[in-house]
């Protein structure tokens, strides 16, 4: 009998790909704005709290998703291919993020 796939285990994933994508263009959009303005971008600006903002809540939802692969591996009668999956994607866009934050 063939299992069946983990539905927490490929929302984990697709949540992890699109988060992992769109923190790398948060990101480079940072960067093209501190290249861009004069002095660096000033932290009070509209700017720098919308993309701040948007950092955290990917951050967040990242970590959202490393919980639900985690779950998914956890289940019972569910193949476990998409829930590890979504949780090491997660896992790494979680330690990038926070390395580039650091780093910066």
């Known amino acids: 009998m063939q299992q069946r796939q983990s539905v927490l285990g490929i929302v984990s994933l697709a949540i992890s790909i699109l988060c992992g994508f769109a923190m790398l263009v948060a990101f480079i959009i940072a960067g093209i704005l501190e290249e861009a303005t004069p002095g660096g971008i000033d932290e009070e600006s509209p700017a720098a709290f919308v993309i701040g903002l948007a950092i955290l809540g990917l951050l967040s939802l990242t970590m959202v998703a490393l919980g639900l ?5 956890v289940q019972r009668g569910c193949s ?3 829930p590890i999956l979504g949780t090491v994607f997660s896992a ?3 330690l990038g993020t926070l390395f ?3 780093v910066g």
Do not use: E, M, T
């Open 100 to 102: 580039l934050l650091f």
């Open 92 to 94: 790494a866009v979680l």
């Open 69 to 73: 692969g985690i779950a998914g591996f």
């Open 80 to 82: 476990k291919l998409f």
